[in-house]
């Protein structure tokens, strides 16, 4: 039996019409707890550089987000 989802909440970045591009931040977390974070305008080379981090020793986890 499939499970039906719940519907996503809605964010206001969909809803502006003067943005041209959108941005991806992605954040670096290292094991020691410190944090980095680059902003990019493509998501293609925002993941790319978070597996590339992933792969280090030293990294705990990355992600990318869509900010503003």
């Given at each position: 039996m499939a499970k039906t989802k719940t519907p996503r909440k809605h964010t206001k970045l969909g809803k502006d019409k003067r943005r041209k591009?959108?941005?991806?931040q992605v954040t670096v977390f290292y094991k020691d707890g410190e944090r980095?974070?680059?902003v990019y305008t493509d998501r293609a080379k925002?993941?790319?550089f978070a597996e590339r981090q992933?792969?280090?020793p030293v990294v705990k986890t990355a992600r990318?987000?869509?900010v503003g």
């Open positions: 591009h959108k941005h991806w980095f974070a680059r925002a993941s790319k992933r792969k280090s990318v987000l869509q």
